[in-house]
């Protein structure tokens, strides 16, 4: 089993940058592809981005490829998403998602799930 933890999340202006913090306990998180999720009011639960154990990442947000950045460090069981020129329509419950194996867009594929951190953008 495996606990994720996210914090960092807050109220900013558009254009500034936040950057979440997701900890994991309770398995070898060398070893877990992370990823992030975010939901807006009303709206879905969308991907953002992944990044594997070994480095591999991957985002099909077009929005956020040239903004947000995974990174992670294995050594504190922790991944961080920078999140940079933050807008608006960035506003959602961003939460750090983690599961066995490769790369998935798919949220129904990542077996473990924190409880979320509010990111408000404001114009």
């Known amino acids: 089993q495996v606990q994720l933890v996210e914090s960092g999340g807050g109220l900013v202006q558009a254009g500034e940058s936040l950057t979440l913090s997701c900890v994991a306990s309770g398995r070898t998180f060398s070893t877990l592809t992370v990823a992030w999720f975010r939901q807006a009011p009303g709206e879905e639960r969308e991907f953002v981005v992944a990044l594997t154990g070994t480095g591999a990442s991957a985002t099909n947000v077009d929005s956020v490829r040239d903004r947000f950045t995974l990174s992670r460090d294995n050594a504190k069981s922790a991944a961080y998403l920078q999140m940079n020129s933050l807008q608006p329509e960035d506003t959602a419950i961003y939460y750090c998602?983690?599961?066995?194996?490769?790369?998935?867009?798919?949220?129904?594929?990542?077996?473990?799930w924190g409880q979320g951190t509010q990111v408000t953008v404001s114009s």
């Open positions: 998602a983690a599961k066995q194996g490769g790369l998935s867009y798919t949220a129904a594929r990542y077996e473990y």
